[in-house]
């Protein structure tokens, strides 16, 4: 019996207290914005990029300019800039926050790389080059559709251009990163607003990286 006098019968430990719904909200959507932040400022590199006019060599249509069905392919505005900006902005953007992680106990704990996984520059790399290539599919139907690239022809179709690529996004940051459903759900709704946002604020905001969609 002295042996076991430590130990305490587990029905005699205090249970652990619940953390009120507010707070659990209120991580939840810490955690989201901190998971999309990199993707954001990225973005917010290549509308300067934009501004700017900088790399006007890449100012060219990925599709070529070819045609299917009488119309173009994607449309002049989907340019290699994007395709190019977009994965270097994102490879940087992760990078840093992954030293803020690192430095940053609290912030880490909202989420970091998993361990083995690759790299900071590769995972914002392919987070960027996931985010320009989930725009394309609504580019190819709008101009299907025989929609104008930077035209917007309903509520739904704005909300497809501000939600595309952030869905795209977050699927690749998934892979890097441990997010259940809860976080999944959070990061696009935290991205699409962004998104909203900044387009309302730049009027062209970065919901379309590699030109109008």
């Known amino acids: 019996m002295d042996r076991d006098r430590g130990v305490r019968p587990s029905f005699l430990r205090p249970a652990p207290i ?17 998971l999309v932040a990199p993707i954001l400022a990225a973005g917010l590199i290549h509308v300067a990029v934009i501004a700017l006019d900088a790399v006007p060599a890449l100012v060219r249509p990925i599709d ?5 069905r009488g ?16 994965p270097l902005a994102t490879a940087l953007t992760v990078s840093v926050q992954d030293v803020i992680a690192r430095r940053a106990p609290r912030l880490g704990a909202l989420g970091r790389i998993r361990a083995g996984g690759p790299p900071a520059p590769f995972v914002g790399a392919i987070c ?17 559709l025989g929609i104008a690239p930077g035209v917007r022809s309903s509520l739904l179709q704005y909300a497809i251009d501000q939600f595309d690529s952030v869905i795209g996004c977050v699927v690749a940051v ?13 990061a696009c709704a935290a991205g699409g607003l962004s998104h909203v946002l900044v387009e309302r604020t730049t009027h062209g ?6 030109g109008g969609r």
Not at 20 to 32: G, H, I, K
Not at 64 to 68: E, H, K, P, Q
């Open 18 to 34: 619940p953390r009120p719904p507010a707070a659990l909200v209120t991580r939840r959507l810490e955690r989201a914005l901190w």
């Open 205 to 210: 905001g970065i919901g379309s990286v590699t």
């Open 71 to 86: 119309g173009e392919l994607l449309g002049r505005n989907k340019t290699w800039r994007g395709f190019v900006v977009m």
């Open 128 to 144: 960027g080059l996931a985010y320009v290539v989930a725009e394309l599919p609504n580019s190819f139907a709008k101009r299907r």
């Open 174 to 186: 998934r892979a890097f990163y441990p997010m259940d459903a809860g976080d999944v759900f959070a």
């Open 64 to 68: 070529g300019g070819r045609r299917w």
